[in-house]
């Protein structure tokens, strides 16, 4: 198992462990559904619209990396 990371514009940085940066990824999809990334907007985001599931999506293909 390796340890994976990504860091959102807000600076919190979440980290995931997994076979593989795909296994990663997908855990970490998995994790950010409708109602996290809405927590999440909420106590991180104040005052900005919250960001759509496939956005979000979009942003952990391109952010996870390697620890």
């Given at each position: 198992?390796?340890?994976?990371?990504?860091?959102?514009s807000c600076?919190?940085?979440?980290?995931?462990?997994a076979?593989?940066?795909?296994?990663?990824?997908?855990?970490?999809k998995?994790?950010?559904?409708?109602?996290?990334i809405?927590?999440?907007?909420?106590?991180k985001?104040?005052?900005?619209?919250?960001?759509?599931?496939?956005?979000?999506?979009?942003?952990?293909?391109?952010?996870?990396?390697?620890m």
């Open positions: 198992m390796q340890n994976f990371s990504m860091t959102c600076g919190e940085t979440m980290t995931m462990e076979e593989n940066r795909e296994e990663a990824v997908a855990k970490f998995a994790m950010m559904t409708e109602d996290a809405k927590d999440h907007m909420t106590q985001h104040s005052g900005m619209p919250v960001m759509s599931v496939a956005d979000c999506h979009a942003q952990i293909e391109k952010d996870v990396k390697a």
